[in-house]
């Protein structure tokens, strides 16, 4: 009994060095792969019970471990759309073959890099034929919200770069200073004149005419003038008319004191500084400044000076690339110099990494064993951050893999010579009948 137990765990460490020396030859075959995972061998041994003195070998057994929550050292590439995860999390994607069979939803996959590409249809994919999956954006850039323990508001990443696109200008901020003695009596009373552009819904060029008539009165100054707006879309007919008024204090001279709503046009809000006019694709909001504020409207001096003038909108432009920025947001850039945020890409955390199940092409699919995943905005909770222009290198250390080939094949000659030896002993003990 105790010379076959020592047969059966030279055999059992036989297959258990050979186990490790397979793994030891993937992690060395896929030292140059992009976002490999190692795999590490561990040893377990098995004991059998001595019985009236005599000791029984329980011999070994292998286990293999694939560490996935370890990565390799991030390396920088010239392709905005090649991302590596930062830290903790890992990036959603889906199979091309699955969006090309139309068969509904994509199964989640999950890898901590990837070089994506826009393949003919727009699909951010790798050459693989994994595709980037995130959140879709509404219109105007934000990011709906969507559940965090599911997959199914994942769509996957389409860059259209054919798409046109255009935003109305919905707000205009105006700053700039009006003479004071244009106000003074005997002055001409000539209307001093701006000229705003705007887009409109269809992202065609108008404009907003902002005519400022000083009151001139028989004696001294008024610090009053009425401001008209007009808009080009609506053949010149007046949207907005008020009445502004200064103030000559010492400490707040040239701000605003009162501002008078005429016939047209909303009622000036003192909370925000602006007033609402309708143009002829709707409402706009015009700011022209708090009362007592010195930015905005102000009256100062002899001079008209119109201030750099801010609004929103954008004209109709092409989009010509896309990026990823470090929380997951998908900013894509039109030759309008506009850039808009398409989708979010988020990063998926689970509790035990190393429990997925692993798959080819560097990709894993949570398991009961890995407990339930959560997406989080990059960057925030336990997560770390997406690096575009980035791919993460294998996690094998060649040389501590050489090392370990080292040992385990010393390990499995040493075991041979067990089998050898035992061999010996039973040809020894055939030997006794003869």
Known sequence: MTISSSLNAGVAALSANATRLAAISDNIANSATYGYKRVETDFQSMVISGNGGSYSAGGVRSMTQRLIDQGGSLITTSNPT???????????????????????????????????????????????????????????????????????????????????????????????????????????????????????????????????????????????WTMTLTDSAQAGAIIGEYTLSFDDGRTSGGTLLNVATGAVGGTYDAATGSVIVNVAGGPMEVSIGALGAADGLTQLGSTFAPLPVSKNGS????????????????????????????????????????????????TYTPSPDSGAFFLWDAGDGPTGDVVAFARQESATDVAGELTDMIQTQRAYSSNAKVIQTVDEMLQETTNIKR
Do not use: C
């Open 82 to 224: 090649d991302l590596a995860v930062r830290g903790r999390g890992m990036l959603p994607v889906t199979r091309a073959s699955q969006i090309e069979a139309g068969n509904g939803g994509s199964q989640m996959l999950l890898t901590t890099t990837g070089s994506f590409r826009t393949d003919a249809d727009g699909f951010l994919k790798t050459d693989s034929g994994l595709v980037l999956m995130g959140w879709p954006a509404n219109s105007d850039g934000t990011i709906p919200n969507f559940p965090r323990d599911t997959a199914d508001g994942l769509e996957p990443v389409q860059i259209n770069t054919n798409q046109l696109i255009g935003e109305p200008t919905t707000a205009i901020n105006l700053g700039l200073n009006l003479p004071a003695t244009d106000t003074n009596a005997g002055s001409d009373g000539t209307p001093q004149q701006l000229k705003v552009e705007y887009f409109d819904n269809l992202g065609k060029s108008e404009n907003v005419q902002v005519d400022f008539t000083p009151t001139v009165p028989g004696a001294g100054n008024s610090n009053e």
């Open 315 to 362: 004209p109709v432009g092409n989009m010509m690339s896309a990026e990823v920025d470090e929380n997951g947001f998908v900013h894509a850039s039109f030759d309008t110099g506009v850039t808009r945020i398409i989708y979010q890409v988020p990063l998926v955390d689970l509790p035990n990494p190393n429990g997925m199940v692993s798959l080819d092409q560097q």
